[in-house]
């Protein structure tokens, strides 16, 4: 098992492009978390998938935002028209489900800069 | 609504001594589940150690301890033996049993380890 993998680590890019971003998650975690990290403060979250289905949402996922996971496997984060207050660190995150705490594990990250 | 403090932006220890690390939370939930992970400069969130807020022990794994209690609503870690390695942001996160989607984190502790 080598653990949750984002690619890629790093992005740069100017205000208004559209960017990116993949999780591949633990093979038999059903479940994938997406989070956002500023500089000094804890992940936020951002919104949440069991197998294919996106269940829940966070408000801080503006229209400009949109995570798929079609085939119940990898996921997607897409920003489009970035902003400079998008600039942040990705985090995605797998679990088991069932009854009772599944710990959640992580990825590296994607760290966004947007100039 | 859940909220996590931790009121320690930053701690020093010298190597091989303990360490407690500062918790508290908020919550009306009844069954929640309290987690300590560690980021080092990495950027990697590296789970540690949870606590089940029916379990009646505190949770211990290797080095790492959680002081739990629950009438002050503090989630202590406990860090024993310092190691240079240890250094690196450590974050408390809850999550609700029955709205395990959400992980609410703190803002973090910057620890380091002296030699």
């Known amino acids: 098992d080598t653990g949750v993998s984002q690619d890629p680590r790093h992005k740069i890019t100017k205000r208004g492009q559209n960017v990116t971003f993949r999780c591949d998650p633990i093979?038999?975690?059903?479940?994938l978390y997406w989070y956002r990290q500023t500089l000094g403060q804890g992940p936020e979250f951002l919104t949440y998938?069991?197998?294919?289905?996106?269940?829940?949402k966070s408000r801080l996922l503006s229209d400009r935002f949109s995570a798929e996971r079609p085939k119940g496997s990898f996921s997607t984060l897409e920003i489009q028209r970035t902003e400079q207050g998008d600039s942040a660190m990705y985090l995605c995150?797998?679990?088991?489900?069932?009854?009772?705490?599944?710990?959640?594990?992580f990825g590296p990250g994607t760290r966004l800069t947007v100039t | 609504a859940q909220k996590i403090t931790q009121t320690q932006p930053g701690m020093f220890v010298q190597e091989k001594e303990a360490v407690t690390l500062d918790c508290t939370y908020d919550?009306?939930?009844?069954?929640?589940?309290l987690f300590w992970y560690k980021q080092p400069s990495s950027g990697e969130m590296i789970f540690l150690i949870y606590?089940?807020?029916?379990?009646?022990q505190n949770a211990t794994e290797g080095r790492y301890s959680l002081n739990f209690q629950k009438a002050r609503k503090s989630a202590n870690l406990v860090i024993s033996a310092s190691q240079l390695g240890d250094s690196a942001m450590y974050f408390c996160?809850?999550?609700?049993?029955?709205?395990?989607?959400?992980?609410?984190f703190g803002a973090g502790t910057r620890l380091t380890v002296k030699p």
């Open positions: 996160a809850m999550r609700a049993l029955y709205n395990n989607n959400d992980m609410r």
């Open positions: 998938f069991q197998n294919e289905a996106q269940l829940e």
């Open positions: 606590q089940g807020s029916y379990d009646e």
């Open positions: 919550t009306s939930d009844q069954s929640y589940g």
């Open positions: 995150a797998s679990s088991e489900s069932g009854k009772g705490f599944y710990e959640q594990y």
């Open positions: 093979s038999e975690h059903n479940r």
